[in-house]
């Protein structure tokens, strides 16, 4: 019975130090599909901060808070915390979408 323990733990044992080998080496040189999936990633977040979210069209119709001159400093600085904001849950759930699927592929 001994015997039959020391074999199932020396198996388990290899299965994971071949485990832990796999990762290491996948670590040392990812494949190019990881490498596309975060530079997808990369290129989506580049895109949120590239756009501002503020179309021409909104120019046109109503003047800008920085425009007014009854503006107040806190007023400004409120309107550029909440669109900084604003961006970084859709980062952060894309992220994590992705490392979901990483982990499924596994």
Same mark, same amino acid.
């Given at each position: ?18 485990? *832990? ?73 894309? *992220? ?11």
């Amino acid at each position: 019975m001994t015997s039959d323990i020391a074999a199932d733990l020396d198996l388990e044992l290899g299965d994971v130090l071949q485990e *832990f080998q796999d990762v290491v080496e996948e670590l040392k040189a990812p494949s190019e599909s990881k490498h596309h999936s975060y530079q997808h990633v990369l290129h989506g977040a580049k895109s949120r901060i590239d756009d501002s979210g503020v179309e021409d069209s909104d120019y046109s119709s109503e003047a800008s808070m920085g425009n007014s001159l009854n503006t107040s400093e806190e007023e400004l600085h409120q309107a550029g915390t909440m669109l900084a904001l604003k961006a970084k849950p859709d980062e952060l759930e894309s *992220f994590i979408n992705m490392l979901d699927q990483e982990l499924a592929e596994m």
